[in-house]
């Protein structure tokens, strides 16, 4: 059974930094690329952040890139987002999300979500 | 950037009915299109890929069609467990969700 927990949120100052991460378990991890993917309240998803299974390759949605890191362990089947510089409208929460298929360049949406890791970001 | 756009935003509906969604992208995106369910509180659910795919384990009654710019999602026959806000996703150019619609009881 495929499952992603997520970690790491809170409450957080502006200007502020935060590193979360997502245990995966129950797929060849490293055959699949990960995204994070965020929800502010009342809002529709959006997506973040993007890293490739095999080659590493990341990918950022102009609203956090230079102040969005995402990074993965194979080893440790675990995939990461560290966050810094921090604004209100970061505030949501985030999913990582498994891409459905694992061939390289492969056009897929996220078969599978993790519950999800509140981050507020407030004084 | 591809912008999705779906309407309506709120659609009320009773148990049986025939509820249909539609979602129109800025751009051609083929039919690299698909549909989420989302719950209160929970993940989004993938429902279909690539247009018209069902995602293993979703009731038959869900169907989707389209491609280009236009795409719709429908629910041949509304059951209890399917008043939720569905989204729908184009993945032809990283991924760009909908602003949602809700279906609630009428």
């Known amino acids: ?123 | 950037d591809v912008q999705m756009t779906q309407s309506p935003s709120t659609l009320s509906a009773s148990v049986g009915d025939r509820v249909t969604i539609t979602c129109r992208a800025s751009r051609s995106i083929g039919n690299w299109l698909a549909w989420y369910q989302q719950k209160p509180g929970k993940a989004p659910n993938l429902l279909i890929y690539e247009a018209s795919t069902l995602e293993s384990g979703v009731p038959s009654r869900f169907s989707g069609s389209g491609s280009g710019t236009e795409f719709t999602l429908t629910i041949s026959s509304l059951q209890p467990d399917d008043f939720a806000t569905y989204y729908c996703q184009q993945y032809s150019s990283y991924w760009t969700f909908g602003q949602g619609t809700k279906v609630e009881i009428k």
């Open chain 1, 1 to 123: 059974e495929v499952q992603l927990l997520e970690s790491g949120g809170g409450l957080v100052q502006p200007g502020g930094s935060l590193r979360l991460s997502c245990a995966a378990s129950g797929f060849t991890f490293s055959n699949y690329a990960m995204s994070w993917v965020r929800q502010a309240p009342g809002k529709g998803p959006e997506w973040v952040s993007a890293i490739s299974g095999t080659t590493g390759g990341t990918y950022y949605a102009d609203s956090v890139k230079g102040r969005f890191t995402i990074s993965r362990d194979n080893s440790e089947n675990t995939v990461y987002l560290h966050m810094k510089s921090l604004r209100a409208e970061d505030a949501a929460v985030y999913y990582c999300a498994k891409k459905l298929c694992s061939s390289v360049g492969c056009s897929a949406p996220f078969d599978y979500w993790g519950q999800g890791t509140l981050v507020s970001v407030s004084s």
